[in-house]
């Protein structure tokens, strides 16, 4: 079983729509959580960073974390045909000595926003 | 502008040769990391370097080399005895104080 598990889609949507992406995982070690955006042949790019279980909000994104029930999700509010891309969900331990860069990835999930 | 510089793009090679990746960052980070994706797997952790002249191996060091001569720069070879060398290789770096890992636009190699 992988550490963390990713929706694989494909998801294809109509402009407008709410998009939700989620992420479970095995390790209660992780700490800190990640959601990047992929556009094709090109690197990740952060989206939101959090730390603790709830909410985070940036603009039409919301970070959700479940410590609990080692669940993560992202939502993305009136979807854009340029929120076309893939989505990987990232985490990582704590601090104390680990490499702030090792980080465990989910699978990736491929979004497509048609107008 | 800040960032991270990965070449080529785009590299091909013959089953057998050596190869390397180049990634160079005027960033000013500490931290550099090596990552490998492929098609629905998401990315996997080659090697890493917190400080000039050290490195340790990440989940899938085996068949790969680096080195970090220079706080800058964390060349990637990709060896004669990695036996699926075909990827996107990703290069990122990290600041301080735990701040998000920020990635270069990669280098697509295709061994045949």
């Known amino acids: 079983q992988k550490e963390v598990e990713q929706d694989p889609g494909p998801l294809s949507v109509p402009e407008g729509a709410i998009v939700s992406l989620n992420c479970t995982y095995s390790n209660s070690a992780f700490q800190y959580f990640m959601w990047y955006r992929q556009y094709s042949r090109k690197g990740p790019e952060l989206l939101m960073y959090?730390?603790?279980?709830g909410n985070k909000e940036d603009g039409r994104f919301t970070a959700q974390v479940d410590k609990s029930s080692k669940y993560i999700s992202l939502f993305i509010r009136d979807s854009q045909p340029s929120d076309s891309a893939t989505y990987l969900c990232?985490?990582?331990?704590?601090?104390?000595?680990?490499?702030?860069?090792?980080?465990?990835f989910g699978q990736g999930t491929i979004l497509t926003v048609h107008p | 502008d800040g960032g991270i510089t990965q070449s080529p793009k785009y590299l091909f090679r013959k089953e057998g040769q050596n190869v390397t990746l180049s990634c160079e960052q005027n960033l000013n980070h500490d931290a550099m990391y090596w990552y490998r994706q492929d098609p629905g797997q998401g990315l996997r952790l080659i090697y890493y370097?917190?400080?000039?002249?050290?490195?340790q191996k990440g989940d899938i060091a085996e068949g790969y080399s680096v080195s970090r001569e220079k706080k800058e720069s964390f060349p990637l070879t990709v060896t004669s005895a990695q036996k699926n060398p075909t990827a996107f290789y990703l290069c990122?770096?990290?600041?301080?104080?735990?701040?998000?890992?920020?990635f270069g636009n990669g280098t697509r190699l295709t061994v045949t």
């Open positions: 990232a985490m990582r331990l704590g601090a104390g000595g680990t490499s702030y860069g090792k980080l465990t």
């Open positions: 959090t730390y603790s279980s």
């Open positions: 370097s917190q400080i000039v002249n050290d490195f």
């Open positions: 990122a770096s990290i600041g301080q104080g735990g701040s998000p890992l920020h």
